[in-house]
């Protein structure tokens, strides 16, 4: 599989996060993201892998479980840099966690069982018995298992939003709140306090943004359509969700200026991407600070 290293442009950057982010810096997170108003844990850069692969979606738009394993285990290979798939989830997950795995479960475009089979599977080699394994989306803050959990893997597919510009990685948390409503404001601007609740707070291990098939516009809330959906074949996998949704967002911008033949701003704009970089300190947004691998198939990346 061929890969190379590439960096998002700052004014890649700057289009997608909309003008309520022009001129602010933006970061990412270790692999236990930091507390939001309190000393960053981030450093000084962040490393994201966006894999593809152009046969993992096939033409009736189900997923192939098995190239999507491959293509989560050569991510996490390249993100961790240990020998093989086991030995990365080992440095990951312990066998004494308690793991929560957050998925999503929205109707049209929910997490794929593909994608929450293959992170199961490796959680499970690496040690952690069924019983310390927690997996769900909505009224998770009232579940036993995420309420006790010590680590949590975060995983969500990239569509565009009406009320944050796009739900991505950061936004995933929102049900961990009983009102998730609270946090609409100003665009979800603030999103990123999710992540310092009690029951998130330097948990997170591992991010995997899902862009097997991606959708790049929406009309008001809970809109969809396939014509705005595409086969991208992709995951992004970080330890930083900030980097991980600032690499997305490129990608969904790209796609936009691509299908409708201008550089269409997402409305509202996805600031809180960037705000959680310089206000809430939970990772890296700058392209400039994000190092970016690429593996598998290129065509048509736009990034």
């Known amino acids: 599989m061929s890969k190379d290293s590439a960096r998002l ?8 996060v909309g003008s309520a982010a022009l001129g602010v810096a933006a970061g990412l997170p270790s692999l236990a993201c930091g507390e939001s108003e309190t ?9 994201v892998v966006l894999i593809r692969n152009e046969n993992v979606v096939t033409a009736d738009g189900t997923m192939n479980g098995e190239l999507v394993q491959q ?6 290979v390249t993100l961790i840099g240990r020998e093989s798939p086991l030995e990365c989830w080992q440095e990951i997950i312990k066998p004494d966690d308690i793991v929560g795995i957050k998925t999503n479960i929205v109707y049209y ?11 199961h599977s490796r959680v499970r080699q690496a040690g952690v018995p069924d019983e310390s394994i927690a997996m769900g989306d909505r009224g998770i803050f009232r579940d036993e298992g995420f309420q006790r959990a010590t680590a949590l893997v975060n995983t969500r597919p990239m569509r565009t939003h009406a009320w944050s510009g796009v739900g991505s990685l950061i936004k995933n948390y929102i049900t961990f709140v009983p009102r998730p409503s609270d946090y609409h404001y100003d665009a979800c601007a603030d999103l990123a306090t999710l992540w310092d609740l009690p029951i998130t707070r330097g948990k997170t291990r591992l991010n995997v943004l899902v862009m097997l098939t991606p959708q790049f516009h929406n009309v ?32 969904i911008q790209a796609k936009r200026q691509l299908a409708f033949g201008e550089d269409r701003p997402l409305q509202p704009t996805a600031h809180h991407i960037a705000l959680a970089d310089t206000v809430h300190h939970l990772g890296n947004a700058d ?17």
Do not use: C
Request: glycine share 8%; aromatic share 8%.
């Open 109 to 119: 475009l929910p997490t794929p069982q593909e994608v929450n089979e293959a992170i």
């Open 9 to 16: 442009t700052r004014r890649d950057f700057m289009k997608g």
């Open 71 to 76: 293509m989560l285990d050569d991510a996490v």
């Open 220 to 251: 008001g809330p809970h809109h969809f359509d396939p014509i705005y959906v595409w086969p991208y074949g992709g995951l992004i996998v970080s330890t930083d969700p900030v980097a991980a949704d600032s690499v997305g967002l490129s990608i």
């Open 39 to 47: 000393q960053s844990l981030r450093p000084a850069r962040s490393k």
């Open 287 to 303: 392209p400039s600070k994000i190092d970016l691998v690429k593996l598998g198939w290129d065509g048509d990346i736009l990034i």
